[in-house]
């Protein structure tokens, strides 16, 4: 099995955040790999798989990063392959590595999902890849239309709640 998503993070100290996708990913039975590669203490190692990734199958890059946040654009200014950069909370509550992943130069983007949206990061990658490949499609289609089956039942569970002597 060879991975079509590579989920990057700066530290391990990501993980926390970053394993939300590995778990969507996971459920969806779309392979990955993970690394930790940091754009400032390792320059020499991400230039190397950002060049690397795409002739080894990776079809989406899922970069994850905090404060100065330059691993994503380090990246993407590597390859040409999609990447997506997903913001992790910190200092200034994330603004500031959101900040640092949507300015990018002109012919150097990078997707940004919300301040520690792994998951979504995954969602879009599937996305991304659903376009040319119709079971990764088949499975964001089922994983969407359960997402309004849970809010359904959700509201059902409200409506049967008689605790409140004033609730109608």
């Given at each position: 099995m060879k991975p079509l998503v590579?989920?990057?993070?700066?530290s391990t100290s990501d993980l926390p955040v970053m394993e939300k996708a590995c778990k969507w990913l996971e459920q969806q039975e779309i392979p990955f790999e993970v690394n930790a590669l940091s754009a400032h203490r390792t320059?020499?190692?991400?230039?190397?798989?950002?060049?690397?990734?795409k002739g080894r199958g990776i079809k989406?890059?899922?970069a994850g990063a905090g404060?100065?946040?330059?691993?994503?654009?380090?990246?993407?200014?590597?390859?040409?392959?999609?990447v997506i950069g997903v913001p992790i909370k910190g200092m200034l509550d994330g603004l500031d590595a959101m900040l640092s992943i949507i300015q990018m130069p002109p012919g150097i983007p990078v997707a940004t999902v919300g301040v520690n949206g792994a998951q979504n990061a995954a969602v879009l990658a599937a996305e991304m890849m659903a376009?040319?490949?119709e079971a990764i499609a088949r499975k964001v289609d089922n994983w969407k239309a359960s997402l309004g089956a849970k809010i359904e039942k959700a509201n059902?569970?409200?409506?049967?709640?008689?605790?409140?002597?004033?609730?109608c």
């Amino acid at each position: 099995m060879k991975p079509l998503v590579s989920i990057i993070m700066g530290s391990t100290s990501d993980l926390p955040v970053m394993e939300k996708a590995c778990k969507w990913l996971e459920q969806q039975e779309i392979p990955f790999e993970v690394n930790a590669l940091s754009a400032h203490r390792t320059p020499d190692a991400v230039e190397t798989f950002a060049k690397e990734a795409k002739g080894r199958g990776i079809k989406v890059i899922i970069a994850g990063a905090g404060m100065a946040a330059a691993l994503p654009g380090v990246i993407a200014a590597s390859t040409s392959l999609p990447v997506i950069g997903v913001p992790i909370k910190g200092m200034l509550d994330g603004l500031d590595a959101m900040l640092s992943i949507i300015q990018m130069p002109p012919g150097i983007p990078v997707a940004t999902v919300g301040v520690n949206g792994a998951q979504n990061a995954a969602v879009l990658a599937a996305e991304m890849m659903a376009l040319g490949d119709e079971a990764i499609a088949r499975k964001v289609d089922n994983w969407k239309a359960s997402l309004g089956a849970k809010i359904e039942k959700a509201n059902k569970e409200l409506a049967d709640i008689k605790d409140y002597k004033f609730k109608c």
